[in-house]
């Protein structure tokens, strides 16, 4: 009995950290202020290209490098650079422009 509550409690610290780390694309993608240049899935601005179909089009490591540093991609990018992104944010990103 007690070996299973502490696997339990286990499981469910492993959890809550996992789910606790992985940052939010959503709220990424929100926070760095995409949505004022980029539409998605129907929000945000139209300035830019729409990116609701952006990871069908580009490889997620062409979409990598747009982010960090997009002159990489096009010396003339109009798009700054989200270099202070950490990988797993810009991660985040990526997997959340795929849902
Ligand atoms: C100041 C406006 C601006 C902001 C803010 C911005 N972008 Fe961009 N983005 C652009 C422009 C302009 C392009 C068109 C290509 C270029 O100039 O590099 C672009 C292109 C892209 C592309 C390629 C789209 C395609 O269809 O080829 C992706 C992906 C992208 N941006 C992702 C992002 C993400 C993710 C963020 C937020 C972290 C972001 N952008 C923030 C202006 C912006």
Known sequence: MKKLSMCVLIAVVFGLIISGCAPDG??????AGCLSCHRYKGVGGSICPDLTDVTKRKSEQWIRQQ??????NNPNSKMPSFGHLSDREIQAIIDYLKS
């Open 26 to 31: 959503a709220k990424v993608f929100e926070k």
């Open 67 to 72: 982010i960090k540093d997009p002159s990489k």
